[in-house]
């Protein structure tokens, strides 16, 4: 993608997006509701067009060319009701240029794979949402695409199959596909992705493998617990190397001053007080993101955005301009 | 546009729609259904004559020359002789022309008509109270052939005229509530015939010869064409356009009514976009149009057949130019496109039925009014009005099959520009209905009204 732009009326959805996926990665796009993501994507699938700019998928101008090469997942998805679960997979694997007897095979060998062996002669509407969106992921993946584009794959999903579905696509990555899947659930991208790309207010903020943006945002936190309950927030505020002490979560913890390394810093800090447990605090992408919202947001703002993130919930009805 | 992926999404669509308990209920099933049922409703018809009506009619005859005619003519075996005369005179006319029917309905009539009544009469005399006869009517007995179930007042000028009037008096029955209305009107006509055969008697007429005098006999209205020459079948003729006009919009509405329904489900349980992964708007908008148009071709083919059928039936195939159903299904094609393309927009713009219909408010208006001017048009095919009607679409199709079928078909030139105007038309339509379908298909939220189509069709 070079610096595509895209706006609903007044409102700017992405602005000036550049964006390369190399063959065989596996991206996760991150970023709270409504960031941009989703658009981002379905032009990325050609079912919206940037007002400017360009991108190239599989090679061809659009997604439009190679439509059977992808599988995509909308975050806006639903089956025909009254179909039968069999019936329906045919028919996307069919609209997907797939054919012949070995259709209806392959489609009762993936329903077995995720445990919905069953349910094949039933009616869409029979099943529960999580089976529903099992039997999605299957027509996505069904006709064996190079590129595979997931929009918020997790929500709705129960643990089991959450994991179940985590399997899967590494399964889908390892055999060599691309594969870019969104979530507003920093979490879910940190346990899946190599790459990650971070979505804000249609622009995008990060865009690394993600040991790069490990080691570029390095751990400066240390959080602590004195022995025995004893409070050690005053002791460790007052030691040289610790800038100051907060308390997040319940959590104290110590922040590092400028160029000090964190070794030394918990060495003083167990030199000066019993502890019963000091861990040098890695930051989750949640908290990269906070923080690089942070000149941007105010407190309120950025307590919003950090519930958002570690919601695991349904997304909000999202209209054309999610 | 990959027409293979056309072809998958219109079968869907077919198979959806077409092969539901519901379609083949509702278009198949009903019909037939309806079908079998008339020979039996005509069978119940039939059997449902009445039971011989039994007891007393009484005669006062103020005029004192019918009560014995009459008398004499509600006998069971008068009754018997004249009701075989009656659809022998229905039959005459039916040959004569002077009923469009033929014998069917006279046969049909008797054996509807029953067994006689067996009637006691009782002669009341000229001066009889009228008021005290009344009080028979109220009377019950045990044996029902004493029952009187009819009183007979025949006006003393029924067969002479008061001095200075030129008017004959009639006469006026009275009946118990419950007599069947077939026996009264026996009664009826008995009373009517004998007081007519009175008066021409007195008048010095005979009575046959009179009838002789007055029934003319017609050879019908005779076409002589190339062919040779033909019954006339006017009356079938007005009657065609309106079945073939009926026959469009019914086709033309099933399958766009369908196109709709389907639409909307496709957004509102949100499988359009999973759909868009697969094919193109364009592609899924002709895949539906498709697969929608074989719908209502399946019913109007079906239809048409049985229409056909019963012309081949009643030996009336020659009513039918051939030509004729090849504009049918021509205009069926255009209409139906025009009105799928307005379905498949307004379908992709909405989120349920219910805010659909807000939307086809003003298209069904259209459409209706295009229904009803049909008729007139059929009437007066050639008049300036209905001219331009058949060249101004969406109404075109509709006015111009008319005028095709309607006694005065007009010039093929004619035809042919208004599908030419049509057809443009059609894809005009198609072409917005796109740009819509493109835009409307992702917008979830806030049911659109015209002006937020406009701007669509401005965006995409």
């Not at chain 1, 007002?51 to 090469?69: H, I, N, P, T």
């Given at each position: 993608m070079r610096s595509v732009r895209k706006t609903f009326g007044k409102k700017v959805a992405v602005e000036g997006?550049?964006?390369?996926?190399?063959?065989?990665?596996?991206?996760?796009?991150?970023?709270?509701?409504?960031?941009?993501?989703?658009?981002?994507?379905?032009?990325?699938?050609?079912?919206?067009?940037?007002?400017?700019?360009?991108?190239?998928?599989?090679?061809?101008?659009?997604?439009?060319?190679?439509?059977?090469?992808?599988?995509?997942?909308?975050?806006?998805?639903?089956?025909?009701?009254?179909?039968?679960?069999?019936?329906?997979?045919?028919?996307?694997?069919?609209?997907?240029?797939?054919?012949?007897?070995?259709?209806?095979k392959t489609a009762d060998e993936w329903l077995e794979r995720v445990a919905l062996g069953d349910v094949k002669n039933k009616r869409c509407e029979e099943l529960s949402k999580g089976m529903q969106q099992k039997v999605q992921f299957i027509g996505c993946v069904l006709h064996e695409p190079d590129l595979i584009i997931l929009d918020e794959p997790f929500s709705g999903l129960d643990p089991v199959n959450m994991r179940l579905l985590r399997d899967l696509i590494r399964e889908q990555h390892d055999a060599g596909r691309t594969v870019i899947f969104s979530t507003h659930v920093m979490v879910q991208a940190e346990q899946l992705c190599d790459h990650i790309v971070m979505i804000h207010n249609g622009q995008k903020v990060i865009d690394d493998p993600i040991g790069a943006i490990r080691s570029r945002y390095a751990p400066r936190i240390v959080r602590f617990e004195g022995l025995n309950g004893a409070d050690a927030s005053a002791a460790v505020g007052g030691l040289a190397e610790i800038a100051h002490v907060s308390a997040t979560d319940g959590q104290a913890e110590a922040h590092l001053a400028d160029g000090v390394d964190p070794g030394r810093a918990i060495a003083a800090m167990t030199a000066a007080v019993p502890m019963a447990r000091v861990e040098l605090h890695r930051p989750s992408l949640e908290d990269i993101f906070i923080d690089m919202v942070q000149d941007t947001a105010d407190k309120d703002e950025r307590e919003r955005l950090r519930a958002q993130l570690r919601q695991d919930g349904t997304p909000t009805e999202a209209g054309g301009a999610s | 546009m990959n027409v293979g992926k056309v072809i998958h999404v219109a079968k869907r669509e077919f198979a959806?729609?077409?092969?539901?308990?519901?379609?083949?209920?509702?278009?198949?099933?009903?019909?037939?259904?309806?079908?079998?049922?008339?020979?039996?409703?005509?069978?119940?018809?039939?059997?449902?004559?009445?039971?011989?009506?039994?007891?007393?009619?009484?005669?006062?005859?103020?005029?004192?020359?019918?009560?014995?005619?009459?008398?004499?003519?509600?006998?069971?075996?008068?009754?018997?002789?004249?009701r075989g005369d009656a659809p022998k005179e229905l039959a005459e006319q039916a040959e004569s022309g002077e009923q469009p029917d033929t014998g069917g309905i006279a046969s049909a009539a008797a054996s509807m008509i029953g067994e006689v009544p067996r009637f006691q009469i009782d002669a009341l005399g000229p001066d009889a109270d009228i008021e005290d006869a009344k009080g028979r009517l109220l009377e019950s007995h045990e044996n029902k052939a004493d029952l009187t179930l009819a009183i007979v007042e025949i006006d003393a000028d029924a067969v002479e005229r008061t001095e200075g009037e030129t008017q004959f008096g009639g006469y006026t029955l009275y009946t118990r509530p419950e007599v069947d209305v077939r026996t009264s009107s026996t009664i009826e006509n008995t009373v009517e015939r004998a007081i007519k055969d009175t008066r021409y008697r007195i008048a010095g007429v005979d009575a046959d010869e009179l009838r002789a005098l007055t029934r003319v006999r017609s050879g019908g209205v005779q076409e002589v064409t190339e062919a040779g020459t033909r019954e006339s079948n006017k009356a079938l003729k007005l009657i065609l356009p309106f079945a073939v006009i009926m026959l469009l919009f019914m086709g033309v509405m099933t399958g766009g009514q369908y196109l709709l329904t389907t639409m909307v489900e496709e957004k509102s349980s949100r499988v359009v976009e999973v759909l868009l992964s697969a094919v193109s708007p364009m592609e899924l908008m002709a895949g539906k149009i498709l697969g929608q148009l074989l719908v209502g071709s399946t019913l109007l083919v079906m239809y048409a057949g049985v229409g056909i059928l019963a012309l081949v039936f009643f030996s009336m195939l020659d009513l039918l130019e051939w030509t004729d159903l090849l504009y049918m299904m021509i205009f069926f094609l255009i209409a139906y496109v025009m009105i799928a393309a307005f379905m498949a927009a307004i379908g992709s713009a909405v989120n349920e039925l219910r805010e659909a219909q807000s939307l086809m408010g003003p298209v069904m208006i259209v459409l209706v009014l295009a229904l009803y001017m049909s008729f007139p048009v059929s009437l007066s095919p050639s008049a300036p009005w209905a001219v331009a009607m058949s060249f101004i679409p969406p109404v075109s199709p509709f006015a111009m099959l008319a005028r095709i079928a309607s006694t005065e078909p007009p010039d093929a030139w004619q035809i042919w520009l208004s599908i030419l105007i049509s057809s443009l038309a059609a894809w005009g339509m198609v072409w917005i209905a796109a740009k819509i379908f493109r835009v409307g298909l992702l917008m979830f939220g806030k049911p659109p009204n015209f002006t937020t189509l406009i701007k669509w069709i401005r965006m995409a």
């Open positions: 997006i550049d964006l390369d996926v190399p063959a065989g990665e596996l991206v996760g796009f991150i970023g709270p509701n409504g960031a941009g993501k989703s658009t981002t994507i379905r032009m990325i699938m050609s079912i919206l067009f940037p007002d400017s700019g360009e991108l190239s998928v599989l090679g061809k101008k659009s997604a439009v060319e190679s439509k059977d090469r992808i599988g995509y997942l909308p975050e806006e998805r639903g089956v025909y009701k009254k179909m039968k679960v069999g019936a329906f997979l045919r028919y996307m694997g069919a609209l997907k240029g797939l054919g012949g007897p070995g259709l209806g | 959806s729609t077409a092969m539901t308990k519901g379609f083949i209920i509702g278009a198949l099933v009903l019909p037939a259904v309806f079908a079998a049922i008339m020979p039996l409703i005509m069978v119940l018809i039939e059997s449902a004559a009445p039971p011989a009506e039994v007891g007393r009619v009484a005669i006062a005859d103020r005029s004192g020359q019918v009560g014995g005619l009459l008398a004499e003519r509600l006998t069971p075996e008068a009754l018997t002789e004249a």
